[in-house]
């Protein structure tokens, strides 16, 4: 085989280990539902990440926020880097690793989601807005890689994709995210 199917292959290895954790389904599962309880009390889904972890925090918001597959009403998602005044004065201010933090701070109401998303587990940004979000009383989700990092024992759940590359696990993250947001909207809105 070639260099493009090693890699092809590769992420279907990474999607198998998913399948085959049933403890990590049963998890994504009890996700779904406690995103289905928080929206059907008014509550939000925020979302962080850095990079491609932020790429991924915006696209899942967005799908709730607009839509997956059914023509419904938007739900209260955000990704917490999208506003870019406010994460450059911040980050000037008070330091990169509080521009989570200060919105988790202003925004996260108890009962709301906070879904963190850091594939090491370790970015101090994506801690300090799980350590927000905990002060809140919201619950938290983190999205990391097999080893789980920091977050392993800081989130309510935890989704540790069994993968320690990056590429790989963020391909899992999106899956994840989709198969979430999928469930969430059928939940809410499929008669």
């Known amino acids: 085989m070639g260099q493009v199917s090693d890699i092809i292959l590769k992420s279907i290895e990474s ?11 049963s998890n994504i599962e009890e996700i779904v539902n406690l995103i289905v309880d928080c929206f059907k ?11 491609g972890s932020a790429a991924d925090a915006q696209h899942l918001a967005a799908e709730l926020s607009g839509r997956f597959y059914l023509d419904r009403k938007p739900l209260f998602a955000e990704a917490l880097h999208t506003n870019s005044s406010y994460l450059t004065a ?5 330091g990169y690793d509080e521009v989570f933090a200060r919105l988790v701070s202003a925004m996260g109401r108890k009962g ?19 350590e927000a979000a905990k002060k809140a ?3 938290t989700v983190g999205f990391t890689g097999e080893k789980g990092g920091k977050m392993k024992d800081m989130c309510t759940y935890l989704v540790n994709v069994p993968s320690n ?12 995210g989709h198969i979430i947001c999928e469930l969430v909207e059928k939940k809410l809105f499929q008669k």
Do not use: W
């Not at 009390?41 to 990079?51: A, I, S």
């Open 165 to 176: 590359d990056t590429p790989r696990i963020q391909e899992c993250h999106i899956l994840v």
């Open 90 to 94: 911040v980050a000037n201010d008070y």
């Open 112 to 130: 709301d989601v906070l879904i963190a998303i850091s594939t090491s587990g370790n970015s101090q940004n994506i801690i300090n807005a799980i």
């Open 15 to 25: 999607k198998q280990s998913l399948f085959e954790d049933s403890l990590l389904i």
């Open 137 to 139: 009383e919201m619950v």
């Open 41 to 51: 009390k008014n509550g939000k889904v925020l979302f962080c990440g850095n990079g």
